[in-house]
């Protein structure tokens, strides 16, 4: 017997589309707090002069007093805040000083010069080179590999700027396909073209340019197995979408693509994850941030991405069989109430009672739980019923 | 970007014409072309696909062919065959986007400047192809 197909409009989505273009032409810069670091994300030219700048600062120390420091903003986690006006987490106004001549910071500050010194060549050149890369540089100054990026991050903070405007990129593990065309160089990249496997999302982002696009939303989507299921359906041919996946937390490049794909095209942004705490966490980070990289939160976050699912409560609505659940192991239940006590979920009464419930049910579900219906299901009922109603948090 | 609506209530996205304003010589003539012959059609909506031609052509009229010509018909020559390199290796690979040129190669062929002549008329060949 011949399969009943349901055609559903996607209308719930649409609106708020609607809604993100009508508010787009009017959208104003975000007003950071007063008591917090202003990061700019610059282009070569910029980041050479805010470069050079620095670098005179500390010529200038060594001419007056001969004992130069450096000061930077702390990245301590008592000076993280989170900015509840635009949902942000981001660095505070305390300052740690660096001096070049006490025991316990020269070799740090040592390490911190080589750094501006590789920042330097790689924007002189215009390069891109990798953090592991930098550490190669010199691996008998750095010793190992944590160590040269905690210096690469000092580095950036001490420019107020992004670590990608300096040159030093972090491998990407991201992917996206869909409704996209972009530019890298002279080269265009026509996202529905790539096959199943879709587009590496490039580190070098600043080299990237969204050139067209007649997508009406974006997914992200937690996990590779879920986002080749809706390769396989060549699903953004039936409901134009821009599908994007890290395969688990969103790396820096995949934030950054995705927060400039939802800034620039003003599409609505939804998340698919697994029904469980971690599955909230993923799409936590990409909402605020996380807390590490607190100081680029502004061009990482997604403030207005929504928790499209798996929800706790469709997993009664969608009749997800017992054997396709699976109960709270400890981890879980501490990570939902770590989730529970953050302001940002206080703040969300929906996204609230779904955690709640899932602890009362003691229950969680991956994504693909819901092929226990079929494979197609995913894509050819439980994602347009939810995007057509605007079941979401 | 600029939104161009279709009747559906789809909406199609391009990019603005002041980004393209800082493009390198050539690359506002490969988006046009990319345009017009991979995407224009698969909008399947004629008042969209009018509006955006329009936009297409703007491009090249504004920006694209002015900046061009400013050096094609400048003094400097060096600048003249770096940029006539340029565009003979893109019309080796895609000569389509080279035909908003075809008057000023034309006219380059004209030139008393031997290499630069000759130079205009490879590209014209690759065009005619």
Redo the contacts between chains.
Sequence with gaps: MAKKQISYDLKAAKELFNEYLNKGTEKKQVQLPENTVKIDDLNRKNALDRLYKLIDDVIDQINKTGRPSIQLPSRSSSNIIWDEENDLLLLGQQLQEKQFHTLTSVADITRLMRILEIIHELLVKDLHATKREVYYTDVKLFNEQKVSDKSIEDAAIMLYTTRNSTHIVATANGTCIGRLRIRDKTDIIDLEGLGSGGWRISPFLDNIEIIESDAEFILAIEKEAAMMRFAEDRFWRKYPCILLTAGGVGDIATRMFLKRLNKELNLPVFSLVDSDPYGHYIHSVYLRGSKRLSYESPFLATPDIKLLGVLTRDLDKYKIPEVARLKLEKVDVKRIKDLLNEEFVKRNKAWEEDLKLSLKENVKAEIQALSTHGFEFLTEKYLPEKLTTGDWI | ?K?FYKDD???????ELE?IQEW?I??PF??VE??RS??LRS?RDAKAEAEISKYLNEILNKTAIPKIKQILEGSNQGEILSTLSIFEELSETNSRAVMPIQNLLENLTKQTDKKIASQARKILVNIKE
Aim: charged fraction near 15%; avoid cysteine; charge should be positive.
């Design positions: 970007m939104f209530g789809g909406v199609i996205q391009l990019i980004k390198s050539e690359m490969i988006f990319y345009i991979n995407k909008y």
